[in-house]
Nanobody, 118 residues
Framework: QVQLVESGGGLVQAGASLRLSCAAS????????MAWFRQAPGKEREFVAR????????YYTDSVKGRFTISRDNAKNTVYLQMNSLKPEDTAVYYC???????????WGQGTQVTVSS
């Protein structure tokens, strides 16, 4: 099992930036991919971005392409989500997840709230 702890959320105005962090511990050698998901009030959880731990390959959902960047720091076992040009529709609880493949995420963090005001 991989333990994940997110941080970096907050309340910002539209157009601002935030950087989320996700620190991993435990059986980190077992993860193949790390990803960020989000869940807005009254909506289902949705995929935001993922990174393949071994080679750094990334993938984004269309709504965040060009604004969000996922990255990793191998030495710190940490994944980041740099969010620029934030919009009110980005408001959600953001979750970090670790998976044994790109479709199955077995370990989840507790989430961090991001609120973007207009």
């Amino acid at each position: 099992q991989v333990q994940l702890v997110e941080s970096g959320g907050g309340l910002v105005q539209a157009g601002a930036s935030l950087r989320l962090s996700c620190a991993a511990s435990g059986r980190t050698f077992s993860r193949y991919a790390m990803a960020w998901f989000r869940q807005a009030p009254g909506k289902e959880r949705e995929f935001v971005a993922r990174i393949i731990w071994a080679n750094g390959s990334t993938y984004y959902t269309d709504s965040v392409k060009g604004r969000f960047t996922i990255s990793r720091d191998n030495a710190k076992n940490t994944v980041y989500l740099q969010m620029n040009s934030l919009k009110p529709e980005d408001t959600a609880v953001y979750y970090c997840a670790a998976g044994s493949n790109i479709r199955t995420y077995d370990d989840w963090g507790q989430g961090t709230q991001v609120t973007v005001s207009s």
